[in-house]
């Protein structure tokens, strides 16, 4: 489905970003991984090739907030390659703090890396894109843009400012042949669940708030976002699809679960 695309996934090492990296290379892509440290990125790339040597894959370790940093190294990848068909903004930060208990400065973290590392990716692959005629970029949200849970107050606003980007960005690229989209997962199996805090247990009593009634696995994410970035969607702009095991449904399906009982 990706035969000889070549893609960029940020915070690629592990979780969500991992498996999309993972999915992609199975579907033929050559994929630039990028991560937060060295070590993080060589690990990865070596459990990548232990899996399959024949892949594709590489690594960098940009610092995303500094726009000069992620610019220059989109710059290698596009004289290594000559092309990038496709970028995926997956790397964030995860936030629980009430709002009487933030700083103007941890604030601003979150939204530095959540939301503006994003667009320091965005506008030089952009430039890319229009030179050769097209790409996909895929942003990666969350439920919590869509339905902010209580006491995360800097992490959903992030969110809501990616669906935002995501649409204006689908909008102003689209006459170059770019479509701009964005998965909003949900409960997620990943690190960034221990790291903000929540235990096995959690993260189930979590999952029953969705229809499912489970927590999703990142290769569930990474279908949608193998679906959003091939051909198979190529009528799709602008789109932020809710990857959450039915929480919209949740509430109108408790009565099916009792019943099931």
Not at 131 to 141: D, F, P, W
Not at 205 to 213: E, G, I, M, Q, S
């Amino acid at each position: 489905m990706l035969k000889d695309k070549v893609a960029v996934v940020t915070g690629g090492t592990r979780g969500i970003g991992y498996a999309i990296v993972e999915k992609f290379l199975k579907n033929g892509a050559k994929v630039v991984l990028f991560g937060s440290r060295q070590e993080t990125v060589e690990k990865a790339i070596a459990a990548l090739k232990e899996e399959n040597p024949e892949w594709e894959v590489s690594g960098a370790w940009p610092k995303l907030t500094d726009a000069k940093a992620v610019a220059d190294e989109m710059a290698k990848i596009k004289e290594k390659y000559g092309r990038i068909d496709i970028l995926v903004n997956n790397a964030g930060v995860s936030d629980s703090t009430p709002i009487g208990k933030y700083t103007a400065e941890h604030f601003s973290d979150v939204m530095d890396l959540n939301v503006n590392a994003m667009m320091n990716g965005i506008i030089p692959v952009v430039e890319i894109m229009k030179e050769q005629g097209g790409g996909v970029i895929l942003n990666v949200a969350s439920f919590g843009g869509l339905m902010p849970p209580m006491y995360r107050s800097a992490y959903c606003t992030s969110k809501y400012g990616i669906n935002g980007l995501t649409r204006m960005a689908a909008s102003e690229f689209a006459p170059f042949g770019i479509r701009v989209n964005a998965v909003a997962p949900g409960s997620i199996n990943t690190a960034m669940q221990a790291a903000a805090g929540r235990t096995e247990e959690d993260v189930k009593r979590v999952a029953k708030n969705f229809a499912l009634h489970r927590a999703g696995e990142p290769e569930e994410v990474a279908n949608v976002a193998l679906f959003l970035t091939s051909d198979m969607s190529s009528y799709i702009d602008g789109v932020v699809l809710e990857c959450s095991g039915g929480k919209f449904l949740a509430q109108d399906c408790d009565t099916a679960w009792q019943q099931r009982r």
